[in-house]
């Protein structure tokens, strides 16, 4: 692919790990986020941390700074939010990821936080990009709904070229005709991102579906496609969610993902990140 | 949904099975469907029938009559391939599918066929769908490459309204922006199918993505999704195909396929179709 | 553009101008052509054809066979339909075009009506388009609402092979992403169509937005961007029509469309077909 | 529209006009917004503002800080191009456009220009359209090539909510399956625009098509369509142009797009903004 040049793959072996305080993505297992859409008080995102990581997530998401459509929508509990992230990793070990939208929000995530995303709609806000290519910080870069696997690429090497290589691929769903669902979740572009970069590629099939009884047959998909992990929706009380809620998985529902991606990835030969089983 | 009547369904076990000559469709296991794109001559035809059934094919494809965008392209042998076709079943003793297009020749596609194939072009040419319905033949509903799930389900109603049941649904990529595969493989289609409808739904993985590559993931990826089946192109020498060679299995890679599936059906408690294993 | 032979533009003056009993579409003037989506009646037929000949019509447009995405919706009368259809030439004097879905119906819609139309389902339905090639009568072909430009040029072409250069070609909406509009009127393919080949071309603004208010709108911005004229729905009791009522116009609001397209025409150095004046 | 408070249109005469140093725009006549897609050199710039000014336009427009889709293509001047288009202000008088894609930048980028614009990438930068908000400057909001109609809209209210409503919106093309231009203009935004919202809206057929000889036709058309004006690029030397110079207009190009325009504007009854004839 033209202009591919730091993250393109020449030979199969040739691959990027991302290395998150020790937990490894890219390589043969498979790595699952799970969390919340928004961080909403200190007590549900504890909850939900410990319920997740007790089935088998080993890195925990949740929105403080979040984009929403409407200005008059729930914007995320910002900063505070971020703190409430910070002791959730304290309190449960498990690394945090959380998005910046803001080139002047970058270091305060950071303070707060261990993986960066950007989201859908900053795919191609290349000041961010460039911001956070100066960085070390790990990011997970999501694929913009209207975006092409070569846009969504080249934006990942934005990053590189400032210096980041720690650089986690997240297929989120694209915009098309069909309306069943709320986006198209595109899991071919899976081997073709496998097969074009270096980096690890994983999907965010509740998102990319917007309907809670999809996640699993698109997540159990998405890894039998080659996929390294998933980011998934959970809430402790989805119903009363502040935004998302009818896309998060209950506890019980994610103990029953949990079970489908333990049998999928061991069908394919892979194991489950941080599981020493 | 609306107008959805004779085909909704109303509880989990509500299931049609749809019966080629004893071959069940829709049960708890696994139908592959491979055979070249166009039928060239019988030796060809039978070279690909022989070694795909010995490695675990249970229905043999091949087009007779041929969409193709230009006028100036390959059309298909027509009644030549339709005898091609009944020849092989004949030596194999696999049942045949293969497309038709027009009113007119329903009659004489029955004649030398077990299966009928309305192509992604035909979804909503409601005559012949109307006409079908008048048949008791078993038919592969390809969805329309910008066709809603609802339209989709739609035009098989008008099918099951004159009377035919025996509808197998193939979701083969839709159009989408993105152009690093021929279309976008939509697997949410799945469970969202499976929970609406009573049929079948298999997935058309080469038509799909066009890449021979991607055959094997995406095909892994459907039977994870849910799917009951793939239809995959398979040519014996995939370089001198007169259509779509490009994104032809050789044997050897049908081979490795049918590992794959075997595998991932294992994996979530599924049989292949045909197989006593 | 590869393999458009026939209907290719090699020089500005080379274009094909069609002639429906003298009536010439192509030159330098606008053609409107009117009516409802369905014939209901035929005293619906009659009223409606009477007002827009007066107001400035100089061809009725009213379908008979109907393609419905439901088979529950109405279908259209069907011969009865053609039947009106004839009755309303006869009677005023206009052209009548309708549009026809079955290889076996083109003898009993071309014994009624002057002009036949393919629509956007069927402008890949190959057997239809070759039959129609073997007739010399005038064809509208819509544009698939999946199509590109390329694939709507060789369906032309598919036509002309047979030996009917006699067509008209109709941009009726593409599906996007977008639902404000039931689709998206592609007005760019106006000049790149008249660049590539020598067959006129009209829109659909009626069908493409699906919104009544925005059909004169974007019927004169299609005579701004080079159309040759435009297909517009236009009903006497729009609420209580059998199908698309939303979209059509009321008598009065046909004049003032009429009033815009003389202006725009003028503007641009147009005549309007038919007008002396 | 469900949250579109501030901008939502009441009754027909309820608009907002736009005024950029006594220019007004969204009043009854068309503005013309001409100038090259980057700032490339003081003399570049200066020559061709001198000559569209001459031919009709009455805002400059030229790209300091460009968004690329990869980080290897030129990214413009920078401040240097903002220092330009400063001297260009100075020297025609013309109100000068140029784009702002980092909250950190807009204090300078309106310390040498007098219209922010925000580009299709941008459209959903929340961060930034929240800081804009903030100012009183006149902004130019470009509709996401990946947004819906809804969804532009409930940008401007981002922009409105922080106090400024001098917003002009630009449709610059949607993405589709559609290759043969670069996006697809979709001028149906334009009627449904002006009758759910107060704020005037302007095209950009130039970045719409990607085809120089597509900019008269679908200038004309937006003008057709209602629209209050358009954005298209100039460059006195295209096949040299640092960027987009194959959709960019000669001179010459300019002049017989302004002929046009001043007899489609005539035709509906409007004039040109900054003419007195």
Not at 225 to 242: I, S, T
Not at 258 to 266: C, L, N, Q, T
Request: hydrophobic share 40%; charged share 25%; with cysteine.
């Amino acid at each position: 692919m033209r202009d591919l040049r730091l993250l393109s793959k020449k030979k199969e072996e040739d691959i990027i790990i991302v290395d998150i305080n020790g937990l490894k993505i890219g390589s043969n297992s498979i790595v699952v986020i799970a969390g919340p859409c928004s961080i909403e008080s200190i007590d549900q995102a504890l909850e939900i941390a410990k319920a997740v990581k007790s089935l088998g997530a080993t890195i925990f998401r949740g929105g403080a700074f979040k984009p929403r459509t409407s200005p008059y929508s729930f914007q995320g509990l910002g900063v505070e939010g971020l703190k409430i992230l910070s002791r959730v990793r304290d309190e449960t070990g498990l690394p945090v990821v959380t998005e910046v939208m803001d080139t002047r929000d970058i270091n305060i995530v950071l303070k707060y936080s261990d993986i960066l995303q950007v989201g859908a709609r900053n795919m191609q806000n290349f000041p961010l990009l460039k911001e956070i290519g100066k960085t070390k910080a790990p990011v997970i870069l999501k694929r913009g709904f209207m975006s092409t696997i070569e846009e969504w690429l080249l934006a990942a090497e934005y990053i590189a070229l400032g210096g980041n290589d720690q650089i986690i691929l997240c297929e989120r769903g694209i915009r098309t005709f069909e309306r069943a669902t709320r986006n198209t979740l595109d899991l071919s572009c899976i081997p073709i991102v496998k097969h074009l970069c270096r980096l690890p590629v994983i999907t965010d099939p509740s998102h990319a579906t917007g309907i809670r009884e999809l996640v699993k047959p698109m997540t159990l998909a998405s890894i039998a496609a080659g996929a390294d992990g998933v980011m998934v929706e959970v809430h402790n009380d989805p119903d009363k969610a502040l935004s998302d809620g009818f896309q998060s998985l209950t506890f019980s529902g994610f103990k029953d993902l949990m079970d489908g991606i333990v049998k999928i990835s061991k069908a394919i030969g892979k194991g489950i990140t941080g599981c020493s089983g």
